[in-house]
Each structure stands twice: as structure tokens, then as C-alpha cells.
């Protein structure tokens, strides 16, 4: 059986899986202090604001959080403001989170986030396309539109190399103990929900720190505004 029938037809990839729950040192060159070799960035290595993703592009919760925040983070990528670093991790529906790595890893290196915007786009069709079987000719499509043939499509899909660089990237994030996504970390710090002080709402939280600002503490949710307001703490933090 090749890869692409396993990945499209069969429980392999998810059997294979050590984590599957959806929810530095030395800084390589031309990087941030915050990342790592192999890691998917766009922004200025020098942005006061490092922000990072552990997602899923199988994963429900960051298909929310990608659509109503990433137009207002990548506002503040064009200014300068924001580095935003991207890691994978296999959640949701394991199958098609694989088969969209893949394909953004073999998409054109200045496509990879067009790649992931697609697929966060188009998640709950590709859930019915997989249920449905046919998933890998929307993938095709979706191969198509950022540039690779067919045949390079299921050149990609059977590529082993490519396959075990996902399974590693998945296998990184769970020994970095990442347990769900989304999950984010910026400039070093995990943002986790927790109760406000008022003790009927969820804010969030750096460490034990709650974020708070001029308009009081910033609520858990993924909305772009809030997302505008921890982008300005942590500026204001690195003193810009």
C-alpha cells in the first residue's frame, strides 16, 4: 500500500501517533531567541513581540482562532511588531492533519502560510471530504492553486522523508509538553486561561501573571481584538 492510500484510507498515521489530543538556546540564523531549526516564521527576527502557534490544521479550536485573530496579527507582522512562528502538532482528525503538512511543506517555501490559511479555511469541508472520500481531490485542488501538479501532489504524499519531519515536529511539541492547541507562547511565556478576578470569567494569563491592561484584565477568548491587546502588553513589556 503507498503512502497516499494510507494517509487517505487507513488508521496508520493515527496508530503511529505518541500525542493526538486537540483542545532557547543558541537562536539559529536569522532567527529569533525563541525558535528553533526547522521552525515556520514570517516577521523580522528583531520583532519585540515573538509569537508562537502549536496548531493543528485539523484542529477546530485553531481554525476559530485563525479566523477571527490571524488578520489582526498579521497587521502587526507587516509593521514590524510581531515575528509569528508557526509549529506543528497532529490533533483533531490525525489523517488530514499529516496529509496538510505535508502539502504546505511541499508548496513553494514563500507559500507555506497560504498553504495553512487554505486548509484552515476549508476544515469543516475537508472533515465532510474525508468522511465523504474525497478528500485527496480537494487536496489536489488546493496543491493546484498554490502551484504543484498532481504529480508532484502524490510525489509529496509519498514521501517518507516528509512524513517522519511531521511525526517529529508533532513528537517535539509533546516533549515540550504541549498537551493541546492551539497553545501559545510568547516572548518565551505560555498564555494559558484562567479565572479572572472577578471568578465567573476566564482571562488570560503569562505564568501566574494575568494580562491586563488600561481596559482591565484581557479576556480568554480568540477574537482579534483581544489578540491586539496581548500583542501591545508584550510590546510595552519589551519597553516599545
Known amino acids: 500500500m503507498t503512502l497516499t492510500r494510507r494517509l487517505f484510507s487507513g488508521a496508520a498515521i493515527a496508530a503511529s501517533l505518541l500525542l493526538a489530543a486537540c483542545g532557547g538556546g543558541g537562536a539559529p540564523a536569522g532567527q529569533s531567541q525563541y525558535e528553533r531549526e526547522g521552525d515556520h516564521a514570517k516577521g523580522p527576527?528583531?520583532?519585540?513581540?515573538?509569537?508562537?502557534?502549536?496548531?493543528?490544521?485539523?484542529?477546530?479550536?485553531?481554525?476559530?482562532?485563525?479566523?477571527?485573530?490571524?488578520?489582526?496579527?498579521?497587521?502587526?507582522?507587516?509593521?514590524?511588531?510581531?515575528?509569528f512562528v508557526f509549529r506543528e502538532m497532529i490533533t483533531g482528525q490525525p489523517r488530514l492533519a499529516v496529509a496538510g503538512f505535508m502539502l504546505a511543506r511541499c508548496a513553494p517555501q514563500e507559500r507555506y502560510f497560504d498553504v495553512l490559511d487554505i486548509l484552515f479555511e476549508q476544515q469543516r469541508a475537508l472533515f465532510s471530504a474525508m468522511q465523504a472520500g474525497t478528500a485527496q481531490q480537494q487536496l489536489v485542488t488546493i496543491a493546484?492553486?498554490?502551484?504543484?501538479?498532481?504529480?508532484?501532489?502524490?510525489?509529496?504524499?509519498?514521501?517518507?522523508?516528509?512524513?517522519?519531519?511531521?511525526?517529529?515536529?508533532?513528537?517535539?511539541?509533546?516533549d515540550a509538553g504541549i498537551d493541546a492547541t492551539p497553545t501559545f507562547i510568547v516572548n518565551g511565556e505560555r498564555l494559558e486561561a484562567q479565572r479572572g478576578p472577578e471568578g465567573n470569567t476566564q482571562v488570560w494569563y503569562a505564568g501566574a501573571t494575568m494580562l491586563e491592561d488600561e481596559q482591565g484584565p484581557i479576556p480568554y477568548n480568540f477574537e482579534g481584538d483581544t489578540f491586539e491587546r496581548i500583542i501591545l502588553y508584550f510590546k510595552a513589556r519589551a519597553g516599545q
Open 45 to 83: 527576527a528583531d520583532a519585540p513581540v515573538v509569537f508562537i502557534e502549536y496548531a493543528s490544521v485539523a484542529c477546530p479550536a485553531c481554525a476559530a482562532f485563525h479566523q477571527q485573530a490571524m488578520g489582526t496579527i498579521n497587521e502587526y507582522v507587516e509593521t514590524g511588531d510581531v515575528r
Open 144 to 174: 493546484r492553486s498554490v502551484g504543484l501538479s498532481e504529480q508532484e501532489f502524490f510525489a509529496c504524499m509519498n514521501d517518507e522523508t516528509l512524513l517522519q519531519a511531521v511525526q517529529a515536529a508533532n513528537q517535539e511539541a509533546a
